[in-house]
């Protein structure tokens, strides 16, 4: 699992959202920061209950079928779009789709197993049930104790613009919850689709029990080697990442310190960066610093790509499918 570092605890809730806006219910993990702009409420008369992209409550299913690449002008057709089953790996994550009616919204759940009182991480992106990606995407999320049921956490109004968002959380202690998603489609997006549709989704979410500091403590002390540590500066601008190769070897802590330029492209606040196959995907801010830590515990050469599409109406959509870059990992 990537580790994100910022200037908050690891135990809170981080989100990139258009409207901070938090209801937590008894819980004191949760807190979000600013992704987008310009979002639209969404309409919950329109909305209609999925059902659970689990056969059995506690069993989610991990597709195998590649969704379809973005449908796009002519011209940038078959451009890769940053789905679950691209960027992540059944070993370190679940990858849940609901698809419903005119629309699917894809979860994507990191690390695989979830315990309290450690985060996890959530990313959604929203599709067209025929594999188009859509961007402009607009979610309500609900947390509730499937045994009690409690809300312990609500985020409205969370904006993915390019159309990932993100949000992790603690879950305060085992058992079994429900992630309830809302989701819609901005009208004004520049591939919006009519009609107008709001969907609902539910995915069920097993928690384990926390370990002990004793247990910790006993594993870092068996530990009998250290990995080297690679930290690596990269740049983040409008079009691309500099470097756009980076080389290390397997084994090692690779930290990545990203610094995202504040430029004028007028349509989206950041970028998304995300390793094709090593389970990675983050939303970074413009004008912010932020470090992506992870093991290179796979050798081999890997894409990595900017996840959130940000060209529009200031470049051709080529300029955002075009930024990318090459890790490689040497045996």
Request: net charge negative; proline share 5%.
């Amino acid at each position: 699992m990537a580790k994100i570092i910022n200037l908050e605890h690891l135990m809170l809730v981080t989100v990139f959202l258009t409207v901070l806006s938090i209801v937590s219910s008894q819980s004191t993990y949760a807190s979000q920061s600013i992704e987008n702009s310009n979002s639209t409420d969404l309409d919950m008369t329109n909305s209609t209950t999925a059902s659970l992209i689990q056969s059995e409550p506690g069993n989610m299913s991990v597709s195998n079928a590649t969704l379809p690449m973005a449908t796009m002008a002519p011209s940038e057709m078959g451009s890769p779009i940053p789905d679950g089953e691209r960027l992540f790996t059944e070993d370190k994550s679940n990858i849940m789709r609901d698809t419903n009616g005119s629309l699917a919204v894809e979860m994507v759940q990191t690390p695989k197993t979830i315990v309290a009182g450690q985060p996890a991480t959530f990313i959604m992106n929203l599709f067209a049930a025929n594999g188009t990606w859509l961007w402009h995407s607009d979610f309500d999320v609900s947390v509730v104790n499937n045994n009690t049921g409690e809300k312990v956490l609500v985020m409205p109004n969370i904006h993915g613009h390019g159309s990932m968002a993100q949000f992790s959380y603690a879950f305060p202690s085992e058992g079994t919850y429900k992630i309830v998603i809302t989701f819609g489609q901005q009208v004004n997006s520049p591939n919006y689709i009519k009609p107008h549709d709001v969907r609902t989704a539910e995915f069920i979410i097993n928690v384990g029990e926390g370990q002990t500091n004793a247990t910790t403590v006993t594993k870092e002390i068996n530990s009998n080697t250290q990995p080297t540590i690679k930290e690596i500066p990269v740049n983040v601008f409008s079009w691309g990442f500099e470097p756009n190769k980076i080389e290390v070897n397997k084994g090692d802590l690779v930290k990545l310190d990203f610094k995202t330029n504040n430029d004028e492209v007028s349509l989206y606040n950041g970028h998304g960066f995300g390793i094709e196959g090593y389970s990675i995907n983050v939303f970074l801010v413009k004008g912010t610093n932020q470090t992506v830590e992870f093991e290179a515990d796979k050798p081999g050469t890997f894409t990595f790509r900017c996840t959130s599409f940000c060209a529009l109406p200031d470049a051709p959509e080529s300029a955002h499918f075009n930024m990318t870059g090459t890790l490689v990992v040497h045996e």
